[in-house]
């Protein structure tokens, strides 16, 4: 079997994806249209064509930030490139691994393949599926009723267009509000993940691990906090939880990361104590917060969809991370600051959940079952039961005060969820009381 991957990165996930293919004897070919400005590595193996689209991926990541016009050239540059691309990818691949709503050459590309005889996975990581009225990622670009109605028809017409032409949607339940058909909860297969030793191919031990060993006897416990995007991760609020506990007399400092290269992230997860994830993550365990587990840090992760229903857990999910609601977050990390066995202990859990269960070759054993079409039925999520009413990166308030508006204004239809009465429900309780649809 032959697999291609592409086009994008995220946080690493399908760098280790491909190591663990290659354990397993599975060649695959990983190709990224922009470059991550996060410096997880590309795939070495390159013929011309590879080279061409490699060169002009490292181009558009250095555009990042600079004028929409040298943005749109360099685009424009690699355009020609896609459709030899395909046919390439196509002829030497028997299986194609599509990411966050991309393709190679255009949405056309699916049902071609399909017709083709290719296995098609595809899988989401929030912001694709969530609706965009409480999605912080996408709120930051403008929250009117008219942009969220607009951005929340183009993702429900994405989604319904890639579940019809993909044999195995792999999703998350928190994030799932417009999905229509049964998918793969994520959880249940895993996020590829390796310690830094791990990372070195070799296995040795080197001054890094030593240290990470002798800090549970520091008389300072030292928080790490490395956010993507402080304002939407709650940094704010995180920086004023370690204030208060250090106006108490606790010894606690935190360390915060962002912006830099991800072996710099890693390397400080060795001299840490307690991580810090997020305020409004829609995952217990997501990439930051399972690169922590893995070296053995206990991780803290606020969000609303911890404990609620309507974004079911795995079955049998062990709890690897502290995984608690944004109000209860103040005390859990004060409790873990005061206990360092507790701390240890949580530390411990996750580093053996991530190291067995989610080891680069675990995780891409299970995506073979995925490849083979032989995966569990109890893997897969109805999305019926999904009625999880707030997101990711976005406060409560804050999503109160947007569905009201986009309510207000164009009436519950632009929810985009009337086919999802008990979620249509929820979402409208959010909504202000005065909110009414438009005659």
């Known amino acids: 079997m032959r697999v291609f991957i592409g086009t994008t990165e995220i946080a690493g996930y399908y760098r280790r994806l491909q190591f663990g293919l290659g354990q397993h004897g599975v060649v695959s070919t990983r190709v990224e249209f922009v470059e991550h400005p996060f410096t997880y590595g590309a795939d070495e193996r390159r013929n011309p064509l590879l080279a061409a689209v490699g060169w002009t991926a490292r181009r558009r990541c250095a555009a990042i930030g600079r004028p929409l016009v040298v943005r749109l050239a360099w685009r424009l540059i690699q355009a020609p490139l896609r459709v030899p691309l395909l046919v390439w990818a196509a002829a030497r691949h028997d299986a194609f691994v599509y990411v966050y709503g991309t393709s190679v050459a255009g949405p056309w590309e699916l049902p071609l393949l399909r017709l083709l005889g290719k296995r098609v996975i595809h899988i989401f990581h929030g912001s694709d599926t969530r609706p965009p009225y409480i999605d912080g990622f996408v709120i930051q670009g ?9 951005l929340t028809r183009h993702t429900a017409r994405t989604v319904r267009w890639i579940e019809r032409w993909t044999h195995v949607i792999m999703s998350h339940p928190a994030s799932a509000q417009l999905h229509r058909r049964p998918f793969v909860a994520g959880l249940n297969v895993g996020i590829p993940i390796w310690s830094i030793d791990d990372s070195r191919r070799d296995g040795s031990a080197g001054p890094e691990a030593r240290a990470r060993s002798e800090r549970p006897d520091a008389a300072t416990v030292r928080l790490l906090h490395s956010p993507s995007n402080p304002r939407l991760k709650g940094t704010e609020h995180i920086r004023s939880i370690v204030a208060d506990l250090q106006a108490r007399g606790l010894a606690v400092e935190l360390v915060e990361i ?182």
């Open 142 to 150: 403008g929250d009117s009723p008219r942009r969220m109605r607009r």
């Open 258 to 439: 962002s912006g830099r290269p991800n072996v710099e992230v890693r390397q400080a997860l060795l001299s840490c104590d307690l991580v810090v994830d997020q305020m409004y993550s829609d995952q217990p365990l997501a990439g930051f917060a399972a690169e922590a587990a893995v070296e053995g840090v206990a991780v803290v992760v606020g969000s609303y969809a911890a404990g609620d229903a309507g974004a079911p857990l795995p079955a049998a999910w062990p709890n690897p991370t502290a995984f608690v609601q944004p109000d209860d977050l103040a005390a859990t990390v004060e409790r873990l600051v005061r206990d360092p066995a507790a701390r240890r202990a949580l530390g411990e859990r996750g580093r053996v959940f991530v190291s067995d269960e989610w080891s680069p070759g675990a995780v891409a054993g299970r995506f073979l079952q995925l490849l083979r079409g032989d995966y569990p039925p109890e893997w897969v999520v109805d999305p019926e039961c999904i009625s999880y009413p707030l997101g990711c990166g976005v406060s409560e308030p804050e999503a109160r005060r947007i569905i009201t508006a986009l309510v207000a204004r164009h009436g519950a239809r632009a929810l985009g969820v009337d086919h999802r009465p008990e979620l249509r429900a929820r979402l409208l309780a959010l909504a202000d009381e005065t909110a009414r649809p438009p005659r």
